[in-house]
Structure formats: C-alpha cells, structure tokens
C-alpha cells in the first residue's frame, strides 16, 4: 500500500484527509512515479474550494490535489519509449500529485511529464513547473527583450521570485519589484529593485518609471491601476490572479504556452536559477502546509514530503 491524501468533496481544508491506496500499476503508454518532493500551489486550495470546477475535471469522491512533483520512475507500461525504470521526473498540470505514487501517461504526445535536469535536487525540481513555467509564459505573452524595464507585482511569491529571474535572465534592464520589506533583500540578491506595496505604490513606482512592460502576480486593484497608468500598451500587461474587472479594466489574464516547463528550462540553462524553498511538511500533513501557504509571508515555496 503507498499514502495519498484525499477528499471526497469540494469544501474547507476539513475535507482532506490521509488514506492508504494501493501502489498503481501502469496501464500501456503509462509510467509509476514514486513521487520524492511535491510542490505546495495556491491553485491547491482553490480546487479543494471548489472555484475551479468548469475547468478542472476532478473525480470526486478520492479527489488528490497537487498540480506539481518531481519523483523517480519505478515501473513502466507497454509502449513506453521514453522513460526507463530509475529515470528523474518531474510531473506538471492535472491535479493528482498528493500521493507517493502515480500512473502517469508517459507517451510522446503527453505533456505531463518532463525529465529532471541533473542539476535541481529533487525539491527544487517539484516547485519549477507552476513558478517558473508560468513566470515563462507570462514574459512571453509580454514579450520582454533584453534592455527593457519591468515591473513584477508580487515579487516575492512563488511565482514573481521566477519571473524576476527569467526577467534578469532575459537581459531586463531594470526589473522592480512590489513586496513587503521584509523581502527586499531577498529580491535585490536575485538582481530587483524593490518596493514596498501599499499605501503611494502609484507614485513610488512613477519614480521609478517609465517601465515596458509589467507582470501582476499578486491581483487585485493596485497592480492593476499601476499596470494601467506606468505601461501604455495594453498587450506588454498581464495577470496570472483570474479576476474579471482585472481583465476589464485592460490587463491581459495569462495564457500558458504549450511545453511550458520544457521551454522553461531551456531558458534557465545552466544560470543559477533558484527558488528557495521555506517550509516542508511530510505528506499526511498537507494540511498544514496548505494553511500556512494561505497565511502568505514565506518568501518561497512550500513542500510536502512523502513518507517512505
Ligand atoms: N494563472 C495562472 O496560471 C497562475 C499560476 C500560478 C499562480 N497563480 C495565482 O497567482 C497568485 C500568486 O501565486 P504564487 O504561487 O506566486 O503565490 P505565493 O507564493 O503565495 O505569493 C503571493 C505573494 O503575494 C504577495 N502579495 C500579497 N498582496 C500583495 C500586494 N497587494 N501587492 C504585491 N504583492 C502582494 C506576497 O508578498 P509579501 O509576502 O512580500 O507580502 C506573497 O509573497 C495566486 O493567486 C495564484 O493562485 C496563477
């Protein structure tokens, strides 16, 4: 038998709970995955609330969420040309990863599994798919060159400490940064000038301006007011935070780009691309670590751990 955390509708985090499930064998064009490290998303709750329903296809009951893992390859299925038994493995997109193990479809045309780079530990590796791919694909929706000035509302979540890496990584000439101050530092290491939202970000960032192009990875009214007045063309503005007013009001929701994390990673290459990972909880403790992803503050990403 092998662990997954479950629930069996949508609801509050009440509704998860640990169960034991039998290790899946793999159907053709399937691979098991033993997963070592899964990713901790915002997106978790939001399916286990129940705002993604029309879109996200969930069979409840023994519903699993987790979009994100990275693991080893234990079993292969007929058919199955390019993985092997051993073989690193990072999983993206549907939910399902909040489980040790995992039949994953694993043929050429599936876009669910990519292989790990050598160079991530398998953490690092769990947490690149939905941080890094997204902040991939919300540059290229901007389509940010090198020497251009950008500006990353949220800078210090998951997603905006990848953005502002690719963005660096592009040859951004200056990228700036909202965060609260206990995350300045941080974003200066990674090469952002930060600043403190709240109260006078309009003025703080017309300072600072004028700016090509901006990324909003926190939501609401004040990215999106600055995002307005600071960027003069509607199609260098995005939101990754679905909001219809956002939308309305002339910045761009994200549409990601097929092979997200394949392309992602040909972007990082061999840069010192990281992102710190601040809290891990074993699996059976999903819970917890989704709670604490909800309160925010943590300046990184959050795993769970599989218990062995
Ligand atoms: N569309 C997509 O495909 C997609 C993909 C991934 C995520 N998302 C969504 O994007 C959002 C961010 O995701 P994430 O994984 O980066 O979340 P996260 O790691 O929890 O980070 C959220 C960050 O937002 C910052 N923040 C809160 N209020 C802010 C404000 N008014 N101005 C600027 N920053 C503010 C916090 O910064 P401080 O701690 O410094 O205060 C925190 O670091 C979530 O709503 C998530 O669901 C969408």
């Not at 963005?167 to 930060?194: C, D, F, I, K």
């Not at 994390?261 to 691309?273: C, E």
Request: proline share 7%; glycine share 12%; hydrophobic share 40%.
């Amino acid at each position: 038998m092998s662990s997954a955390v479950l629930f069996d509708r949508y609801g509050t985090l009440d509704e998860l709970y640990a169960a034991d499930v039998p290790v899946p064998s793999p159907g053709p064009g399937e691979v098991v995955v033993r997963y070592t490290a899964i990713g901790v998303n915002p997106i978790d709750w939001k399916i286990l609330r129940g705002d993604l329903r029309a879109h996200v296809p969930l069979g409840l009951p023994g519903g699993c969420l987790g979009v994100e893992a990275a693991g080893v390859v234990v079993d292969v299925g007929s058919g199955v040309r390019r993985f092997r038994v051993g073989d690193p493995v990072i999983r993206h997109g549907r939910p399902g990863t909040y489980r040790t193990y995992e039949a994953v479809p694993a043929s050429q045309e599936s876009d669910e599994l990519t292989a790990q780079p050598g160079r991530f530990s398998a953490e690092q590796a769990a947490v690149l798919p939905v941080a890094a791919g997204t902040a991939y694909s919300s540059l290229r929706q901007i389509g940010l060159r090198a020497g251009e000035r950008l500006v990353v509302h949220g800078a210090s979540g998951g997603v905006g400490l990848a953005t502002v890496q690719l963005a660096v990584l592009t040859g951004a000439a200056e990228v700036v940064g909202t965060a609260s101050a206990h995350h300045h530092e941080l974003l200066r290491r990674l090469g952002a000038t930060p600043v403190e939202y709240g109260d006078g970000l309009l003025e703080r960032l017309a300072e600072l301006g004028p700016f090509d192009a901006s990324v909003d990875c926190a939501g609401g009214t004040q990215p999106t007011e600055t995002a307005v007045r600071l960027v003069d063309d509607p199609a260098r503005r995005v939101t990754i935070v679905a909001d219809p007013q956002t939308q309305a009001a002339g910045v761009p929701y994200l549409e990601h780009v097929p092979l997200e994390l394949a392309s992602t990673l040909d972007l990082i290459g061999h840069s010192p691309f990281e992102l710190p990972v601040t809290a891990r909880f074993p699996l059976s403790r999903a819970a917890e670590a989704l709670t604490l992803g909800r309160k925010g503050g943590l300046g990184g990403k959050i795993v769970l751990i599989p218990e062995a």
